[in-house]
């Protein structure tokens, strides 16, 4: 295109010279002298427009090249992002942590061969956004999912897990009730919120297990770690901080030792709740099986207390 347009030039400059020289040297002013200079204005005109195609296919291949710098930077940061293990990065955004582990979670959930399915070490609240913490986020690989929040996207992918019976592992130190009725009336409502949350998933999904054991953190601290497929998740910050790494073999290794260390000490302190608590004996025969009834006496019994000091007031 460009070389046509260079010959084109050559050309037309070349007919352009040759009307001027017999235009201005011709000895008679002539018809042919008027058609000499009509033709060389309209050689001129022709130069004039060629160049300025030229400048705008410049100007055009040069922004192809800098668009195609910007692709090409992008495919390669994916092209890392997915193939590059062990990976690490710094989450400091509560959105992009819970649109994170809610695609995790999702992955988890469609990878029919893995059975580990989703580990949580501890209990930090991830279905709502800390208190004055905006819902923005400034990852570009999700899109909204009809005008969703974050926090709503991750409880869908939750929802998502529960309902196709996924693995999904809690080990947590819960609170008895007398701790919790201590505490403020902020936290027991958060409590009760939570606890029906989980008596929900344990009634629906066979493959839920929550495990009450005194060797993870406690329930409401903000450190927690989630584990899924081959993301670890370390979350030390109530607000979302967190890091995350990528990479199977630790993820399978830190499993492990999360497991051996959740169930060291006394078996008799383990209390572990599911449908399936009782089969395979998978974490150890000495640790104490229980129905959901328990954690139901809990929830009423907390509810009561919130009711009654709602009433009072």
Request: with cysteine; charged share 20%.
């Amino acid at each position: 295109m460009s070389r046509q347009v260079i010959q084109y030039a050559v050309t037309f400059g070349a007919s352009t010279l040759i009307s001027i020289y017999y235009a201005l040297f011709s000895s008679e002013i002539s018809l042919v002298y008027m058609l000499m200079l009509l033709m060389a204005t309209v050689n001129l005109a022709l130069i004039s427009a060629m160049l300025i195609v030229v400048d705008d296919s410049l100007k055009n291949l040069q922004n192809y090249v800098i668009d195609f710098k910007a692709e090409l930077n992008i495919c390669i940061v994916n092209l890392i992002s997915r193939l590059h293990r062990p990976s690490a990065a710094l989450i400091v955004n509560s959105s992009d942590l819970v649109k994170s582990i809610a695609n995790s979670i999702r992955e988890t959930t469609e990878d029919t061969a893995d059975r580990v399915g989703v580990l949580f070490l501890g209990a930090t609240s991830l279905q709502t956004a800390p208190e004055g913490d905006a819902e923005v986020s400034t990852l570009t690989n999700y899109e909204d999912e009809d005008g969703q929040s974050p926090h709503q996207i991750y409880q869908g992918a939750l929802e998502e897990a529960t309902s196709k019976k996924s693995p999904i592992v809690r080990l947590v130190s819960l609170p008895t009730v007398e701790e919790m009725l201590s505490r403020s009336r902020s936290v027991q409502t958060d409590y009760s919120r939570w606890l029906r949350n989980q008596l929900s998933q344990l009634a629906r999904n066979e493959n839920y297990l929550l495990i009450d054991t005194p060797r993870t953190p406690k329930w409401g601290v903000s450190g927690m770690r989630v584990i899924s497929g081959e993301n670890i998740y370390d979350i030390t910050h109530k607000n979302g901080i967190a890091i995350h790494i990528r990479d199977v073999r630790i993820a399978v290794a830190q499993t492990e030792k999360i497991v051996k260390g959740a169930f060291s000490g006394a078996k008799a302190n383990i209390i572990i709740y599911g449908k399936k608590a009782y089969e395979g004996r998978r974490f150890g025969k000495e640790a104490r099986r229980q129905n959901l009834t328990t954690l139901e006496h809990d929830l009423k019994a907390l509810n009561e207390h919130l009711q009654g000091g709602l009433s009072s007031t």
